[in-house]
């Protein structure tokens, strides 16, 4: 039988002494998949569905996931909100704004004028390529479709794979920052993992899962946590394939554990995930490599 390490409340990721059972015990955990699905769980259990991504249309999304780009989602917020005052937030409204005034309206997000060039560079491959159509677009088979994205100017892979799945209903993981941070402090990958090889994991291990056993660890999470980050939105309660929607759930609660605990400098003792930590001592400290 497969054992877990468990860290009682006294004890946090900074602690120095380990007792020998401990030793013993972390020879025996779960597989880096098993670990992800005892995540996704445990997270669920916690805070329950997180009403992810935040936007009233798949532009809306797109734009969204150009502009969060080096900067927090209030900035985000900030921008788009200028965008819709301005009337433009749209894709002919994208279209015709003159490419100095875009940037202006931006600017809260940050690297503003970039941003604005990029966003730009969209709109024309939505044209050239789709004739402007969103739905011709997501019609493409998920891999095709990410190679485009991937060719534009300001789109790498968590880009692209956000576009992906909560613009298009694409059944991909959205491995950012977060991902990288705390599956390195739980050793679940090593340190300078690649993204696709995080995205690949997480990917593999809710392939393996059996959807029916998921819907029933899922149904009823803990109501006295229950707190979704963001209002339901018209994009958040978008019909999703079921894939999907467990790929964007766990993506929005791992984004939250980060987000709340797993900072620069962990609160350990308070996250969800503390029962999860490997050894304190084998666990890199704030200043090796943090994000």
Same mark, same amino acid.
């Given at each position: 039988m497969v054992r877990r390490i468990l860290i009682t409340p006294r004890m946090t990721c900074c602690d120095r002494d380990l007792p020998l059972r401990l030793r013993l015990q972390k020879k025996t955990?779960? %597989?880096?998949?098993?670990?992800?699905?005892?995540?996704? %769980? %445990?997270?669920?259990?916690?805070?329950?569905p997180q009403n992810w991504w935040p936007a009233r249309t798949r532009l809306e999304v797109i734009v969204g996931a150009y502009l969060t780009q080096n900067t927090n989602w209030s900035n985000v917020e900030k921008a788009i909100a200028n965008l819709r005052r301005a009337r433009v937030l749209s894709v002919s409204?994208? *279209?015709?704004?003159?490419? *100095? *005034?875009?940037? &202006?309206?931006?600017?809260p997000s940050g690297y503003f004028r970039q941003k604005a060039r990029k966003l730009k560079t969209f709109i024309r491959f939505l044209d050239r390529n789709y004739a402007g159509s969103f739905d011709r677009m997501f019609a493409q088979p998920t891999d095709k479709l990410r190679v485009k994205l991937l060719e534009l100017n300001g789109v790498g892979p968590e880009t +692209?794979?956000?576009?992906?799945?909560?613009?298009?209903?694409?059944?991909? $993981?959205?491995?950012? +920052?977060? &991902?990288?941070?705390? $599956?390195?402090?739980?050793q679940i990958i090593p340190a300078k993992s690649k993204y696709e090889e995080m995205r690949s994991l997480v990917e593999r291990a809710l392939h393996a899962a059996s959807l029916d056993s998921l819907r029933a660890e899922l149904s009823e999470p803990d109501s006295s946590h229950h707190s979704p980050r963001h209002p339901i939105s018209p994009m958040s309660r978008m019909a999703r394939s079921e894939l999907a929607q467990h790929y964007s759930e766990l993506h929005a609660l791992i984004v939250r554990a980060g987000n709340e605990y797993c900072r620069p400098t962990p609160r350990c003792e308070e996250c969800p995930l503390r029962e999860f930590l490997p050894a304190p001592s084998e666990v890199p400290s704030a200043s090796e490599g943090s994000l």
């Open positions: 955990q779960p %597989t880096a998949p098993a670990n992800v699905l005892h995540y996704y %769980t %445990t997270l669920y259990s916690h805070w329950g409204g994208l *279209r015709s704004i003159p490419l *100095r *005034r875009l940037a &202006t309206l931006v600017r +692209a794979d956000s576009i992906l799945l909560y613009a298009g209903n694409h059944p991909v $993981f959205v491995a950012d +920052a977060y &991902t990288r941070r705390i $599956f390195e402090r739980h």
